[in-house]
């Protein structure tokens, strides 16, 4: 590994003293670095295609369709629209359950604990 490291550098100072490096396009910028402290190390290269490829993991589509549902019956009960939020709700309600057994099937109920309520507070108080 220590071959690898030695030659990657040497490539590298060579193609700074060539100059192959001055015209990049973010020269003299900070680097914007990930905080990937909460992702096992093991799952952080599948994590940075994934998200590169802007796939997200299933169960955060399914937070983000329960958040719109929410925001949608919210505007029916505004609007005094009533005729789609029995609908509405309906799918909302199958959407947190489905979240919900998909936590409990992955055990992350219990590591959230205390926190549940918070947590969904946050993302989007139902």
């Known amino acids: 590994m220590d071959f690898i490291v030695s030659l990657a550098e040497s490539k590298i100072r060579e193609a700074i003293q ?3 490096l001055d015209h ?16 096992p ?8 295609i994934l998200r ?9 589509e399914l937070k983000k369709e329960i958040i719109s549902l929410q925001k949608l019956i919210d505007c029916c009960h505004e609007t005094g629209e009533t005729g789609e939020v ?5 799918k909302l309600t199958y959407k ?3 979240f919900d057994i998909m936590m409990e099937k992955r055990k992350l109920n219990f590591a959230l604990g205390g926190y549940k309520e918070k947590i969904y507070q946050k993302f989007g108080g139902y």
Do not use: F, H, W
């Not at 990049?24 to 992702?39: E, F, Q, R, Y």
């Open 41 to 48: 190390e093991e799952l952080r290269a599948a994590y940075i």
């Open 18 to 20: 060539k100059g192959e």
């Open 86 to 90: 029995n609908s509405l709700k309906r």
């Open 24 to 39: 990049l396009s973010n020269k003299g910028k900070p680097l914007k670095l990930d905080d990937m402290t909460n992702i």
């Open 52 to 60: 590169n490829a802007n796939v997200l993991p299933e169960e955060v």
């Open 96 to 98: 947190i359950l489905k």
